[in-house]
Structure formats: structure tokens, C-alpha cells
């Protein structure tokens, strides 16, 4: 696991939501095993379907770092910010409710 550090002194990590609440507060499993509560980013707070934060989806989480007298850098475990949602894998091929111009209006073709 490398620590990437943002060009706002933030570390990036992803995670996987284990719950979501009702106040936009998730707790997010981060890749080294360490549970810590999350919170949306403001465009992922917008009602919408394409960002629907559920349990076991893939986010990339920005947290704050704690810098030692002797150089090193250790994260902040109790608190994140979620701003971006993976995409989950389309192996099986087109979205399942895409449909051809055909099947939508069979009368123009």
C-alpha cells in the first residue's frame, strides 16, 4: 500500500463502504483494514442515481495526515472525505437497460 498525498497535503486512499447513514455519513473500510467514518463531498450529496453511494462500492477517500518531527507521515484514522465513486467492472457487456433506437421506436425503421 503506497501513501499518495494530494496537492492539498491530503492522503488519497480507497476504501469499500461497509454502511451508509441517513446523514450522508459513511463508514468506509480503507485498504489496510481500518474502519473510519466518511463523509460526502458536496456534488456526491446531489440527488442522483449515477451517485448513489451503497454498501461495498469502491470510493476514493481523502484524509488528513499527520506529519512527525522525524519526516514521516501517519493518517488521521477517524475521519474521511469521499470524493470520488469507482465505476463498478461492465465485463457482461452493455448496461442491461440500454436499449438500440430500434427496440425504442420500431415505427422509423
Not at 63 to 86: A, E, L, N, T, W
Amino acid at each position: 500500500m503506497t501513501l499518495k498525498i494530494n496537492d492539498k497535503g491530503l492522503a488519497e486512499m480507497d476504501g469499500i463502504v461497509l454502511e451508509v447513514n441517513a446523514n450522508a455519513n459513511c463508514k468506509v473500510q480503507l485498504e489496510n483494514g481500518q474502519v473510519i467514518n466518511a463523509y460526502l463531498k458536496g456534488t456526491i450529496k446531489q440527488p442522483s442515481n449515477k451517485n448513489r453511494i451503497l454498501p461495498k462500492d469502491k470510493v476514493l477517500l481523502e484524509i488528513p495526515i499527520q506529519r512527525k518531527s522525524d519526516g514521516s507521515v501517519s493518517i488521521d484514522g477517524s475521519k474521511g472525505r469521499i470524493m470520488f465513486k469507482y465505476r463498478e467492472s461492465t465485463a457482461e457487456g452493455p448496461h442491461k437497460n440500454s436499449h438500440s433506437a430500434k427496440k425504442r421506436n420500431p415505427k422509423l425503421h
